[in-house]
C-alpha cells in the first residue's frame, strides 16, 4: 500500500513528478473526475438500501421469488467452505443447483434435443441477457440468513477501501486487506463469520447461479507485485506492466485524447467488493449481479485486461451506447476490439464494448 497518491476527496490523481510516457495525456480535471467515479464501486449509496436489507426478513416480498422457481434445489446456497464457521451453516447448506450453460438450456433428460429445442433455449437466454438488470424466474438468490453477512463484509471493505484510497483498493491483496482490518480501528479486524462467507463466496461455483466464464485466478490470497504494475496517471487504475500497459499506450497513441482508462487492473478483493455491492443493489439476486459482473476470482481484470471510455461521455461509457461512439468505430478500425464478452455471448455477460481483452 506504499508508494501511491491517493487523494481522498472522490478524485485519484497519480503521481505527477514521475516522468512517464502518458505525461501528455491532456485531460481536464472534471472529466477525470468524472471518469473515475465510474468504476469506483458503485455503492449501493443509499443508506436505505442497506438499512432494509440488513435485517433477515423472509416475509420480504422482493425476496421471495425464489418461491417462483420451479426447481427447489434452484435457492441460492453459498455454503462454508473449509475455513472458519459460519453462523447460519446449518441453515444454508443445500444441494447445489447447477443451471445448464445456455446452449443445452432446452434440452431434457432422455430426450434428444431437437434444433427446435436449441433454438427456444438460446432464444429465452438472449432475451434474459438482454434484460440483464431484471428478476428472472430461473435467478439464484443469496440466502435471506446471509443478508446481514453481506452488507457487513460489504461495509467493512468499504472502510478498508477509505483507508487504502480508492486507487490502491484496485490492487490490493486479501492478506493485505485483513492487516489493514487489524491495523485500522475504523475497520477492526474481520470476524470469523464474515471470513468465511468471503472463503464461500470466492471458492463457490459460478455456474450454479449463471455465470459460465472461466475462473481465472485460483487462490483469493492472489496478489499482484509493485513491480508487475504501473500506475496510470490521472486515471487512478494500474495496468500490467507488459502487454496491457503497451496495448493502452498504443490506443492513446492512436486516439489520442478523445479515449482513457475508466477500469484497470483489480484484484480479488476490488471485485469482491464490486460484486457485493451489486449483489447488495440486486437484493441478494446473485444471477442479476453476475450479469454484469464477474463473480470473485472470475475477472480478466485480474490477470490483464481492461476498459476504456471515451472522455466526457460519463456513465454511459458502461453501457451499450459506447459502441456507438466514433471512438469506438476507430478502436474497431484498429483491430483494437477483440471482444472478451461480444453481443450474444453464451457466457451469461452483458455486452461490453468497452472491454479490452489483453490476456
Ligand atoms: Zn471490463
Not at 170 to 195: G, K, Q
Amino acid at each position: 500500500m506504499s508508494g501511491h497518491v491517493a487523494v481522498r476527496s472522490g478524485v485519484l490523481v497519480g503521481p505527477r513528478d514521475v516522468p512517464d510516457t502518458l505525461d501528455d495525456m491532456t485531460i481536464g480535471a472534471t472529466d477525470v473526475a468524472r471518469h473515475i467515479r465510474q468504476m469506483v464501486t458503485p455503492a449501493p449509496s443509499a443508506s436505505a438500501i442497506l438499512e432494509s436489507f440488513r435485517a433477515p426478513t423472509p416475509e420480504t416480498p422482493e425476496l421471495t421469488h425464489q418461491a417462483e422457481t420451479p426447481d427447489e434445489s434452484a435457492t441460492g446456497v453459498i455454503s462454508p467452505s473449509t475455513t472458519g464457521e459460519s453462523p447460519d451453516a446449518s441453515r444454508t447448506a443445500g444441494p447445489i443447483h447447477q443451471p445448464k450453460a445456455p446452449h443445452e438450456m432446452a434440452l431434457q433428460a432422455n430426450q434428444p434435443a431437437t434444433l427446435d429445442d436449441r433454438s427456444r433455449g438460446n432464444e429465452r437466454y438472449l432475451s434474459k441477457m438482454a434484460q440483464f438488470e431484471t428478476n428472472h424466474v430461473e435467478d439464484v438468490f443469496l440466502p435471506t440468513a446471509q443478508r446481514s453477512l453481506l452488507v457487513s463484509v460489504y461495509e467493512r471493505l468499504s472502510r478498508v477501501q477509505a483507508v487504502a484510497g480508492h486507487g490502491n483498493f484496485n490492487v490490493i491483496s486479501f492478506d493485505e486487506t485483513l492487516r489493514c482490518a487489524r491495523d485500522y480501528s475504523s475497520v477492526e479486524p474481520f470476524p470469523p463469520s464474515e471470513l468465511a462467507f468471503l472463503d464461500a463466496l470466492f471458492a463457490d461455483n459460478a455456474r450454479r447461479y449463471g455465470f459460465f466464464g472461466e475462473k481465472v485466478t485460483s487462490r483469493i490470497t492472489a496478489s499482484i507485485s509493485e513491480r508487475d504494475r504501473r500506475k496510470i496517471p490521472y486515471t487512478g487504475h494500474f495496468l500490467f506492466r507488459g502487454d496491457a500497459v503497451a496495448r493502452y499506450l498504443k490506443i492513446k497513441r492512436d486516439l489520442g485524447d478523445r479515449i482513457i482508462l475508466t477500469s484497470g487492473i483489480r484484484g480479488v478483493v476490488k471485485q469482491t467488493h464490486l460484486f457485493l455491492a451489486k449483489t447488495i443493489a440486486a437484493r441478494g439476486n446473485l444471477s442479476l449481479a453476475s450479469r454484469s459482473l464477474a463473480p470473485p476470482g472470475h475477472s480478466y481484470h485480474g490477470v490483464g485486461d481492461f476498459d476504456v471510455g471515451k472522455v466526457g461521455f460519463g456513465a454511459r461509457n458502461f453501457t451499450a451506447d459506447f459502441a456507438e461512439t466514433d471512438e469506438f468505430s476507430r478502436l474497431v478500425d484498429l483491430g483494437y476490439i477483440d471482444m472478451r464478452y461480444p453481443l450474444h455471448n453464451l457466457l451469461g455477460v452483458r455486452y461490453e464494448p468497452w472491454h479490452i481483452k489483453v490476456v
